[in-house]
C-alpha cells in the first residue's frame, strides 16, 4: 500500500490509499483502494469510472472523482 493520498470533494477533504499501484498502466480498468479503512473496487467502464458493489452508499460523482484523481496520480 502506498502513501496517504487526498482529494476534496464538495468541500470535504478524504484520504485514500491506492491498494495495487504496482499493478497499474495506461490499460488499467479495475482499481482497489482503501477510503475510511473501507476496501473499493473501481472498475472503468465506458471511460466513467464505479464501485464494483453497487450497494455502496457512496456518490456516483465521488467515485468518479477518485477514480479521475488515481489516474492523473499514476498517469494512466
Do not use: C
Not at 478524504?14 to 476496501?39: A, D, F, R
Not at 465506458?46 to 456518490?59: F, Y
Amino acid at each position: 500500500m502506498g502513501l496517504p493520498l487526498r482529494i476534496t470533494f464538495n468541500d470535504r477533504d478524504y484520504v485514500y490509499q491506492i491498494i495495487n499501484s504496482n499493478l497499474i498502466n495506461k490499460n488499467t480498468t479495475e482499481l482497489e483502494l482503501m477510503l475510511n479503512g473501507e476496501k473499493l473496487h473501481l472498475i472503468k467502464e465506458n471511460n466513467v469510472w464505479k464501485l464494483r458493489e453497487p450497494e455502496s452508499a457512496l456518490d456516483p460523482e465521488f467515485v468518479q472523482a477518485l477514480g479521475r484523481s488515481v489516474s492523473l496520480r499514476m498517469r494512466m
